[in-house]
């Protein structure tokens, strides 16, 4: 059913379709209006889940990775120094091969503190072994959900996820949404069926250490996990395609890029500006398009070098900054092309919530067409 | 065996580990002064002193590591370390 | 009634021989049964029980991390909950995960009242790290980190109150115990586990290895740790002191010539500044909680 509809409270609604069992709460903005939104469903009897107020981020992931290990579907979300907070948590969760979901409404790290977006705290777990999509709109947001529990919980996957939103471009935006019925959720999504848990009838030890004998293995098999989680995300993608209409079997899309020279390749709520500087720019003749990144763990290399094969000039926009190196994006997709002739340039934009607008991306196509460096982009000249 | 998903294992395997082969010296049972009071069974960190038919008690040398605490806490005496022979 | 002959912590660990926490763990687990999930703290415990792929445990047991035992014990219990399960959570945990990196978690956990047991193994220090303090150190303890030398007696810090903490936040039933009395433990954990909400039993665990003494003695110097005052076993039912054990008081210096990280206390020159000290906190333990059995003048 289609609803106009803020994005923190979409993607409440999404999690509550999924019936979790466990959710861990903590706020932070910009996602505390997720988990508010949830705690108001539990409270009028629309979601039966065990609600945890924890005391700090580090906490909530905990309490989900017990559960999850328990047995149930769980359920948390966070941002930037939340995030940060549960570093060693994901790690661990990903390691013990738990399939959490957890929304990250992206947001910039301090220092300088600061509450507005980029996507620098998702982009700096790549390391951790969760699967991490990035949501164009909140119909992506929100579908993205669905299809995160339905391929984290395959046995052949065992993987935590994060869903990443936005911080208030998409999560405090009212956009319209065609929400599934609950009914439709069902059909598409199981119960919860774990590969073990905790059961005194079945005595496991979870989380046990491994020496160097070991530890090199588990992590290839984890490695192997994600790779294989390439396969279950066409096939999840595709089901829903099938069922509802919606197509998400691609990791990442094209828009107007089969005759594109110059290729902007870029991740998030950008790619929407992106697409109407492209459509401007093509009514003035110019061949542009846009290879929009949907999953970026596991990093699609193959799917990329694939669709920029064509392209002349490729233009990566990283919402984040490897500090002392270059954006995640563009390392990645150089990486991709590896062996092609193709120029890749990186232009670091939008930190801390800086505004992205049209004519900034027509800038940068230009930049790009010029061969102009790896740089950040848009500086204010004036206060440096 | 193939590696466990999420590095978990079901138990058992730990008796693998014959930690009898620690030992420097060994606890000698005298059957005459057991009272069967079980207290080397209680206090026993490994938890290998166990029960006989005669319900007499026994350590499991596969994994007594020789720690002394059951010699020690005798209330009867009757337990004492002696250097193994290898 | 619990099953006390089961042995759910199995032969094969590689505990040290005569280790304190070793016996806190069959002990514990003969006062807890079949019916219990473990959640374990990165410490001693942990990594001498579970290193992959051989557990020493028979019940089922899960480790995520240092500080985040009462945490993952917390979403265990709103699963189980939330799945109509009857299994009993226990915490175990040493003095390190719970004194001081784990106070967050238990805080928050505690406070929200979540139904498990969580059982500290005190040993009074880092042990699997190689014996640095913690918050459970003992004044003039020496370890790595707080060594006794030329310009030091050791630990400068008195014992942190961690029962008392965990009685501020409302804990139904709070109780300390030690190895020594191993019916006492058995019956306070079993207590503890039937018991609705969240409840804390510290245990006295001697570490021959961090605190230099022979193997054997283990159970000795638990003792003597109680007969001193320098420890004290009580339970808290709501807040409420009660059963005491009582002693017959002995000098505390009975207690600190046995081990090696009071020896610096003794040679190369007797402190009797700092022994009178510690001879103070034993008696304020026992004026506080009443330990001295007097015997009547013949």
Redesign the interface.
Known sequence: MLEITEGSHAVAEAVRLCRPQVISAYPITPQTHIVEALADMVANCQLDAEYITVENELSALSACVGASAAGSRVYSATTSQGLALMFEVCFNAAGMRLPIVMTIANRALGAPLSIWNDQQDSISLRDSGWLQFYAEDNQEATDLHFIAYKVCEDHSVLLPAMICFDGFILSHVYEPVDMLSQEDVDRYLPAFTPYQRLDAADPISFGMYATPEYYHEFRYEIDNAAKRAKEVIKKAGKEFNTLFGRDYSAMVEGYRLDDAETAIVAMGSICGTIKDAIDEMREEGMKVGLLKIRVFRPFPSEEIAQALSRAKHIAVLDKNISLGAKGALAMEVRDALYGSTIPVKGYVIGLGGRDVRKKDIKEIVSLAQKGANDQFYGLRREVL | MALAIGCRAKPGKSRDNKTGSWRVFKPVFDKEKCTKCGLCMTLCPEGCIHQTDEEFVEPDYTYCKGCGICAEECPGEGIAMQQEEK | MVDKTL?L???????C????A??AA??VMKGAG????V?SATGCM??F?????????????????F??A??????????????GRS?KIVILAGDGATFDIGM??I???F??GHDFTYICYDNEAYMNTGIQRSGATPYDASTTTSPAGSCSFGNKRPKKDMPQIIAAHGAPYVATAS?AY?ADLMQKVEKAINTKGPCYIQVHAPCCTGWGF???????IAKLAIETGLWVNYEMVDGKVGKVKKVVKKPVEEYLTTQKRFRHLFKPKRQDAEIAAIQAMADKNAEKYGIEIKLKKE
Not at chain 3, 10 to 15: E, I, M, P, T, V
Not at chain 3, 214 to 220: N, W
């Open positions: 042995e912590f199995d032969c094969g660990h590689r505990a021989g005569g280790c304190g070793a016996l069959r002990l079949k019916n219990t999930i959640v942990e990594v029980s579970t290193p992959y792929p051989e557990t020493a445990w028979k019940v089922p047991w899960i480790h995520s991390l500080e985040n009462s945490a993952v014990a917390s979403g265990v219990e709103a699963s189980l909950k939330k799945q299994e967050i978690c805080s928050g956990a406070e929200r190895i191993p022979e193997s054997e003695q283990t159970i000795a």
